[in-house]
């Protein structure tokens, strides 16, 4: 692929069609991007990654976990998380929607 074009919204309701917490939506060897939604109130059953990580939050409220260090997680926020390293999403107030690239691509 030496190219796309994607519709945010389009690619909202392809995730809201396909009924999980993950859809992938771009791949190739070097990056992945996918839609990544956690209900208010809901759990985050991530393992580490050997990827690196950044998620562009599109909606919501929580907090990230990365290692020993607490981040606030809202509408805007860009929060990066190196490969191996143990994260995850908590104490989701609001249902969040990100977008999580991966470099290289989620394995």
Excluded: C
């Excluded at 976990?65 to 390293?85: F, H, I, N, T």
């Amino acid at each position: 692929m030496d190219s796309a074009s994607y519709v945010l919204t389009e690619v909202l309701a392809d995730h809201a069609a396909a009924g999980a917490m993950w859809l992938e939506f771009l791949r190739v060897p070097d990056l992945s991007v996918g839609v990544y939604v956690i209900p208010a109130g809901g759990d985050d059953p991530q393992a580490p990654h050997n990827e690196d990580e950044v998620y562009f939050v599109l909606s919501g409220k929580g907090m990230l976990r990365a290692g020993d260090d607490d981040y606030p997680v809202e509408a805007g926020s860009v929060l990066y998380v190196a490969k191996q390293v143990p994260h995850h999403i908590h104490d989701v107030t609001e249902a969040l929607r990100v977008l999580v690239f991966f470099a290289p691509a989620h394995t």
